[in-house]
């Protein structure tokens, strides 16, 4: 009777409750759709500028993707532990308790709500570029409207929101590898002696070495954000036991083979110079293939890859604030659900604040302050790991993180010299963020007394 009562559960939408109907498919969708977008075309250039070789820009490619693998490996432990909706918050509020976990989840709500404006921000600017002739109007029109649309779909329910990731998802990954296919049959005005050449300016001591490596790897980092998107969506995954640690190892290796091969074209087609000194380095590689229509071609791909990453991005984050309500550590209205499967009041509160940041901020001033919760949000959820095998050590475990404790202390090491480096880098953008965090604690002790 109880194997019947949960199969019904799991097959009919039922108001107010998140529907349990997303399988392996959908999780890889979501990684992919959530992590890559413009950073693998824009960020190569700064990357190039920083190191000045291209040995250490395959490196540090590849060191980062080995990092996000290091974070699936003990992300996979916690969400197939506690399967629940939310992402980070979860793990962080059975680790640290209410405040703890409330700094986690409001800190990952603003970073992820910062991420959805300024991606909209450069959504709007090219899609103005693009079809301005056609659709005259500001960038900012372009924003709004995007997220607009998409909110739309999404409050239909969980199936269109999901539907809509895996075509976005599939078309971006094809697109991609037509970007890379076209590089190596149509390119090549780059040889192999000016590839090796420094003609970029590499660093001129060990310190200045160290220090490029670091901004390097912030910038191939921001590239890679986005790899735990389908840990949000434990509670609505069929078999979360099996399919989340498939979804994260499965969807960022496929991450690391296109971000490499995409940094390989286009180190085959421009100068590692010309490389460095460009700002949007798959433009420029495009231009020199196909002339003026390489420029509408990349936009074009850059507008596919925005839309996957929006559309994720509409689905988990929401879920932060489902959790947080649920919890008590948040309104509980956010915890309402459509008969879609859609938390509609959460998907309000998250896309209102996004538009509302697309009219005021800028790419580089949002990019700045969501980059400092990144780090610390990864630092706290690594001692959630320590700490739930500590203190529940017969919590039962699906899938036990391998090379524990050494794998996940040398990701914790990672993150705390990532975070003395940020610091380092943007101290303004860190003044911010720590102000934001400072904030949380008066808004919690309001929520509790509410509560």
Same mark, same amino acid.
């Given at each position: 009777?109880?194997?019947?009562?949960?199969?019904?559960?799991?097959?009919?939408?039922?108001?107010?409750?998140?529907?349990?109907?997303?399988?392996?498919?959908?999780?890889?969708?979501?990684?992919?759709?959530?992590?890559?977008?413009?950073?693998?075309?824009?960020?190569?250039?700064?990357?190039?500028?920083?190191?000045?070789?291209?040995?250490?820009?395959?490196?540090?490619?590849?060191?980062?993707?080995?990092?996000?693998?290091?974070?699936?490996?003990?992300? $996979?432990?916690?969400?197939?532990?506690?399967?629940? &909706?939310?992402?980070?918050?979860?793990? &962080?509020?059975?680790?640290?308790?209410?405040?703890?976990?409330?700094?986690?989840?409001? @800190?990952?709500?603003?970073?992820?709500?910062?991420?959805?404006?300024? /991606?909209?921000?450069?959504?709007?600017?090219?899609?103005?570029?693009?079809?301005?002739?056609?659709?005259?109007?500001?960038?900012?029109?372009?924003?709004? @409207?995007?997220?607009?649309?998409?909110?739309?779909?999404?409050?239909?329910?969980?199936? $269109?929101?999901?539907?809509?990731?895996?075509?976005? @998802?599939?078309?971006?990954?094809? $697109?991609?590898?037509?970007?890379?296919?076209?590089?190596?049959?149509?390119?090549?005005?780059?040889?192999?002696?000016?590839?090796?050449?420094?003609?970029? &300016?590499?660093?001129?001591?060990?310190?200045?070495?160290?220090?490029?490596?670091?901004?390097?790897?912030?910038?191939?980092?921001?590239?890679?954000?986005?790899?735990?998107?389908?840990?949000?969506?434990?509670?609505?995954?069929?078999?979360?036991?099996?399919?989340?640690?498939?979804? +994260?190892?499965?969807?960022?290796?496929?991450? =690391?083979? =296109?971000?490499?091969?995409?940094?390989?074209?286009?180190?085959?087609?421009?100068?590692?110079?010309?490389?460095?000194?460009?700002?949007?380095?798959?433009?420029?590689?495009?231009?020199?293939?196909?002339?003026?229509?390489?420029?509408?071609?990349?936009?074009?791909?850059? +507008?596919?890859?925005?839309?996957?990453?929006?559309?994720?991005?509409?689905?988990?984050?929401?879920?932060?604030?489902?959790?947080?309500?649920?919890?008590?550590?948040?309104?509980?209205?956010?915890?309402?659900?459509?008969?879609?499967?859609?938390?509609?009041?959460?998907?309000?509160?998250?896309?209102?604040?996004?538009?509302?940041?697309?009219? /005021?901020?800028?790419?580089?001033?949002?990019?700045?302050?969501?980059?400092?919760?990144?780090?610390?949000?990864?630092?706290?959820?690594?001692? @959630?790991?320590?700490?739930?095998?500590?203190?529940?050590?017969?919590?039962?475990?699906?899938?036990?993180?391998?090379?524990?404790?050494?794998?996940?202390?040398?990701?914790?090491?990672?993150?705390?010299?990532?975070?003395?480096?940020?610091?380092?880098?943007?101290?303004?953008?860190?003044?911010?963020?720590? $102000?934001?965090?400072?904030?949380?604690?008066? /808004?919690?002790?309001?929520?509790?007394?509410?509560?």
């Amino acid at each position: 009777m109880e194997t019947l009562q949960t199969e019904t559960q799991t097959q009919l939408p039922q108001k107010g409750k998140l529907l349990r109907i997303l399988g392996v498919t959908f999780g890889l969708a979501v990684v992919i759709g959530g992590t890559i977008g413009v950073g693998i075309l824009r960020s190569p250039g700064a990357v190039a500028a920083q190191l000045g070789s291209v040995w250490l820009i395959i490196l540090v490619w590849t060191l980062g993707g080995v990092y996000s693998l290091l974070g699936a490996n003990y992300t $996979a432990e916690l969400a197939t532990m506690i399967p629940k &909706a939310g992402g980070p918050y979860v793990y &962080a509020h059975r680790a640290y308790g209410d405040y703890g976990g409330f700094v986690v989840g409001w @800190s990952d709500w603003m970073l992820n709500t910062l991420g959805l404006a300024f /991606i909209a921000i450069v959504f709007g600017e090219y899609a103005a570029a693009l079809f301005a002739p056609v659709f005259p109007g500001g960038a900012i029109v372009f924003s709004v @409207s995007i997220l607009i649309l998409l909110t739309s779909l999404n409050w239909i329910g969980l199936r $269109a929101g999901s539907e809509t990731q895996k075509l976005t @998802s599939l078309l971006k990954a094809i $697109a991609l590898l037509g970007f890379v296919v076209a590089c190596f049959v149509f390119g090549g005005q780059n040889d192999s002696a000016s590839a090796v050449q420094p003609t970029a &300016a590499a660093p001129a001591s060990s310190f200045a070495l160290f220090v490029a490596f670091i901004l390097a790897s912030q910038l191939v980092l921001s590239a890679y954000d986005g790899w735990n998107s389908v840990v949000y969506f434990s509670e609505e995954d069929t078999k979360p036991e099996q399919n989340i640690p498939r979804s +994260l190892f499965g969807g960022v290796l496929l991450i =690391i083979v =296109i971000y490499l091969l995409v940094n390989l074209a286009l180190l085959y087609v421009l100068p590692l110079s010309e490389m460095a000194a460009s700002k949007f380095a798959g433009a420029d590689a495009m231009s020199l293939i196909f002339g003026a229509r390489g420029g509408q071609i990349i936009t074009a791909l850059a +507008l596919l890859s925005i839309i996957g990453i929006i559309n994720a991005m509409l689905m988990f984050v929401p879920r932060i604030l489902l959790a947080l309500g649920r919890d008590g550590l948040f309104v509980s209205k956010a915890a309402t659900v459509n008969k879609g499967g859609t938390p509609v009041f959460a998907l309000a509160m998250t896309v209102l604040p996004a538009i509302v940041l697309t009219t /005021i901020g800028s790419f580089e001033s949002l990019l700045g302050i969501s980059g400092f919760f990144v780090v610390t949000n990864t630092i706290l959820q690594i001692g @959630s790991l320590f700490i739930l095998r500590r203190r529940e050590p017969d919590l039962p475990r699906p899938f036990r993180a391998w090379g524990y404790p050494f794998a996940p202390f040398v990701m914790l090491l990672l993150a705390i010299v990532l975070f003395f480096g940020y610091i380092v880098s943007n101290p303004y953008s860190s003044l911010y963020a720590v $102000a934001a965090l400072v904030v949380s604690y008066p /808004i919690y002790r309001l929520v509790k007394i509410n509560h």
